[in-house]
Nanobody
Framework: QVQLVESGGGLVQAGGSLRLSCAVS????????MGWFRQAPGKEREFVAA????????YYSDSVKGRFTISRDNAKNTVYLQLNSLRPEDTAIYYC??????????????WGQGTQVTISS
């Protein structure tokens, strides 16, 4: 099994920044694609960003491209999501996920419990 634990969420003003972390433990995920998703109240979960664990290929949704940056530290088994220029519409629960498949479309096999990000206007 793979365990994913997100952290770093919080309340910030519009225009501010946050860095989310996803600590990965359990079986090795050296060949997994790691993704970030979010779900706002009353909306479906949506893809935010993904990174291939070894290849370093990056994927972003159009809504966050240029503002968010996904990265990983293999030595620490951790994936990060840097959120800059935050907007009220970025308010959501952010989830980390791991996929055995290449690319970013998944399906994703493991999910974290989520971390709340709230942006005030």
């Amino acid at each position: 099994q793979v365990q994913l634990v997100e952290s770093g969420g919080g309340l910030v003003q519009a225009g501010g920044s946050l860095r989310l972390s996803c600590a990965v433990s359990g079986r090795t995920v050296s060949s997994y694609t790691m993704g970030w998703f979010r779900q706002a109240p009353g909306k479906e979960r949506e893809f935010v960003a993904a990174i291939t664990w070894t290849g370093g290929r990056l994927y972003y949704s159009d809504s966050v491209k240029g503002r968010f940056t996904i990265s990983r530290d293999n030595a620490k088994n951790t994936v990060y999501l840097q959120l800059n220029s935050l907007r009220p519409e970025d308010t959501a629960i952010y989830y980390c996920a791991a996929s055995r498949y290449s690319g970013y479309t998944g399906p994703y096999d493991y999910w974290g419990q989520g971390t709340q990000v709230t942006i005030s206007s």
